[in-house]
């Protein structure tokens, strides 16, 4: 249903940074884990880093030091900034998040990490 909207992908390169941001009702953003997921052509999507409403963070090794997750409370927006990035992180990047037992993803913004 679409709830969640990605943005801030794009074509950069090898060593650079992007930061992707991801808007949300505040019923699925305000109570609940969010996170960010990637999908590399030909690969299952992954989890790449996710946020509770706590602001406890958890990232999988391969970002892990590269990339932080953030919420920003009062703007009902998710955001990844990712440096240092790599050709594997190539990828579209969907976010994530929750409405009691509901489930919610983005339709994914796409990053390309290419001289």
């Known amino acids: 249903q679409e709830a969640l909207v990605e943005s801030g992908g794009g074509l950069v390169q090898p060593g650079g940074s992007l930061r992707l941001s991801c808007v949300a009702p505040?019923?699925?953003?305000?109570?609940?884990?969010m996170a960010w997921y990637r999908q590399a052509p030909g690969k299952q999507r992954e989890l790449v880093a996710q946020?509770?409403?706590?602001?406890?963070?958890y990232y999988s090794e391969s970002v892990t030091g590269r990339f932080t997750i953030s919420r920003d409370s009062a703007k009902n927006t998710l955001s990844l900034q990712m440096s240092e990035l790599r050709p594997e992180d190539t990828a579209v990047y969907y976010c994530?998040?929750?409405?009691?037992?509901?489930?919610?993803w983005g339709r994914g913004t796409q990053v390309t990490v290419s001289s």
């Open positions: 994530h998040g929750n409405r009691g037992i509901q489930e919610f």
């Open positions: 946020i509770s409403s706590l602001g406890t963070t």
């Open positions: 505040e019923e699925i953003f305000s109570r609940n884990v």
